[in-house]
């Protein structure tokens, strides 16, 4: 069955250094890929997807690219902020979209300190 | 900005009761869905509901579970007879379409049986 694969956190960093949160999968087929941020108290939200091979999703900063060669999908940001605090997870779906059957990985907490 | 809403945010519950579980997706969207995490563990898919039928389900969803949307704004989870196990916390989702990817997730409920 389809698996994802997150590094475990927490990760905690200065601000304004670099981010990288590693995502590998498992699935069979072509899966889309997609990056969920949790803030405290609130919901999953959708912060970038990327639906084919080598397309890059990008937002508020943040970047992704889909690596079909290494069934890869790391996480980065060039300068992170305090506000970036949260928990990122790392999710798969090959049922066409929406939020249908996604396959989360458990998720890594990111701390970043001013 | 619209949100997906669920209530109540915490819910205690003896084991063996059942326990309704209420979400308002956004108003024009028409594929819903329910995603539980145990405390630890990853996020995972349960149904997803469309045209007034279940689309998809995992092997988590069994009969206990129920979905429905009574009116045109509610989507809820019905438990019938929970279990320890079933302490969660519960995510409800929407998207306006299938295609596209991502959809938007609520804050969620938490689920303690005693």
């Known amino acids: 069955g389809n698996s994802v694969t997150q590094m475990e956190g927490p990760v905690t960093l200065s601000e304004e250094a670099f981010l990288t949160i590693n995502c590998t999968y498992t699935?069979?087929?072509?899966?889309?890929l997609f990056w969920y941020v949790q803030y405290p108290g609130e919901g999953l939200q959708l912060l970038l997807k990327?639906?084919?091979?080598?397309d890059k999703g990008s937002n508020k900063g943040f970047e992704a690219t889909y690596r079909k060669e290494t069934t890869s999908f790391h996480l980065e940001k060039g300068s992170v902020q305090v506000s970036d605090s949260a928990v990122y997870f790392c999710?798969?779906?090959?049922?066409?979209?929406?939020?249908?059957?996604?396959?989360f990985g458990k998720g890594t907490h990111l701390i970043i300190q001013p | 900005e619209p949100e997906v809403t669920q209530t109540p945010s915490h819910q205690v519950t003896q084991m063996g009761q059942e326990v309704i579980l209420r979400c308002v997706p956004i108003?024009?969207?028409?594929?819903f869905y329910w995603y539980r995490q145990i405390l630890g563990q990853k996020v995972e898919f349960l149904v997803s509901?469309?045209?007034?039928?279940?689309?998809?389900k995992s092997e988590i969803f069994d009969d206990q579970f129920s979905v429905e949307r009574p009116d045109g704004s509610n989507f809820t989870l019905k438990i019938r007879s929970t279990k320890l196990e079933d302490s969660a916390m519960y995510f409800c989702?929407?998207?306006?379409?299938?295609?596209?990817?991502?959809?938007?997730f609520g804050p969620g409920t938490r689920l303690t049986v005693t």
């Open positions: 509901f469309y045209n007034n039928e279940i689309s998809e």
């Open positions: 989702a929407s998207s306006e379409a299938r295609e596209g990817g991502g959809g938007y």
């Open positions: 108003s024009n969207h028409l594929y």
């Open positions: 699935a069979t087929g072509y899966p889309s």
């Open positions: 990327a639906t084919k091979a080598d």
């Open positions: 999710a798969l779906s090959d049922k066409g979209g929406g939020a249908d059957g996604l396959t």
